[in-house]
Structures are given as C-alpha cells and as structure tokens.
C-alpha cells in the first residue's frame, strides 16, 4: 500500500511551461508539505497545508501555487518555469499533533530545458 | 530561525564497524524536535530516529542510536555494525513545536555514507 504518493516521477518540460505535480496520502494525516530538493541535495520546505488552510509559504516565487482539493490532496502548480525549478519535489504528510513524524513521498524529478 | 548543520560532507567505514554522523543545530527554543532522515539512491526519505527534546534519554532504534546534548545543541548519530544497505545521504532535521505544529522540517545540507566491503 502507497502511503503517500506523486505522479509524475520524472518531468522533463521546457522553459516557461505551466507544469503541475500532483500528490496524495492514504494515511489520513491532516497536513500536508512540499519541499525541494536542490542539486546539491539541499531539501527545503516550500509550503504545509493543515485541514486545506496554508500554514506557512517560505520564500517562494509566486509562480508556486498549491492547491488541495481535500486533505488527501495537495498539488503543486508551477507557471513559467525557469531553468533554476529544476529539482526534485517532495510531497510529504503528517499530523499536526505529536511526534509530526513526516512521511514523504517518492519524489519528482523535473528538468527544465 | 533555526538552522541545521552537518559539518561531514561524506563519511567511509568499513562493513561492521561503528560510524557516527554529526549534526549540530541553532535555536533558541526549549522544546522541539529532532529526526535523522537516511535518503539511498531510491531518493525515498526514510525516517532512522527521532527524538524529544524534553527527553533525556537518548533515543536508540535496533543499530542506530543517537547522542543528544541538548546544552551544546548537538544530534549525532551512530550506527554500529554497519552493512551495505546503510550506504545513503543521512539528512539532520529540526522540527519546532511551537507554531501550532504543522511546521516544517530543517534540514542540514546531509552527510554521504559509503560503506565499504
């Protein structure tokens, strides 16, 4: 059973695409997050989403956009991609009590050309 | 803001032997969290260990345990008897309790774990 998943795993999409990365969590956790990882590996969090309410939204162009449909769902949306989106995106879930352990999803892959 | 830091870029121990991962980290809150995240080429973020801050006890998990000194701020790791299946980025990250929760984590920038035969 996927606890928490994301389609796709690899994206490949050229400068200026408007581009979206979908994620779900079958754990019933109520918040869910989306970090970054650079090519250095440097994970970040961009957002966190509690009961479909943004919580936090770090330093992120306004070209990021989250969206949750349900708390199982949080989508990223990005518009006007740039070389320097390329990276692997994280999608992960919690609760908001407690331990919070994060459980994370297996990544995606985009390349921006 | 907190800040995470892991001054191993990489790290090499042979199969068995015992390897310990340092992590040190900057905040001014009393209470919170800290976890040890193992990244293997799969990418997939696996959880190792957590830890309480309000815990003295230091948290163990079969062959990984940590070495908390809350005072100095730091969060290490060890991993004894080492095995192939442990060669991974090992990420340190820091998790705030106040905020009502749904915080994020802060990562280190990560230590590359080679193990060797």
């Keep these: 059973d996927t606890a928490v998943s994301q389609t796709p795993k690899y994206l490949v999409t050229q400068m200026g695409n408007d581009k979206s990365i979908k994620c779900e969590q079958n754990l019933g956790h109520d918040t869910m997050y989306w970090y970054k990882q650079d090519s250095k590996k440097f994970l970040k969090i961009m957002f966190s989403y509690n009961n479909k309410e943004l919580i936090i939204n770090e330093t992120v162009p306004n070209r990021f956009s989250p969206k949750s449909p349900d708390k199982a769902h949080l989508n990223l949306h990005i518009n006007s991609l740039e070389l320097g989106d390329s990276a692997v995106y994280f999608c992960a879930s919690s609760y908001i009590e407690g331990y919070n352990e994060q459980f994370f999803g297996p990544g995606t892959r985009l390349t921006v050309l | ?117």
């Design chain 2, 1 to 117: 803001a907190q800040t995470v830091t892991q001054s191993q870029p990489e790290m090499s121990v042979q199969e068995a032997e015992t390897v310990t991962l340092s992590c040190t980290y900057d905040t001014s809150e009393s209470d919170y969290y800290l976890f040890w995240y193992k990244q293997p080429p799969s990418r997939q973020m696996i959880l190792v260990i957590r830890q309480e801050a309000y815990k003295q006890q230091n948290a163990t998990e079969n062959r990984f345990s940590v070495n908390f000194q809350k005072a100095a701020k730091s969060f290490s790791l060890k991993i004894s008897d080492s095995q192939l299946g442990d060669a991974a980025m090992y990420f340190c990250a820091y998790r705030t309790i106040s905020g009502g929760g749904a915080d994020g984590l802060t990562f280190g920038k990560g230590t590359h774990l080679i193990i060797q035969p």
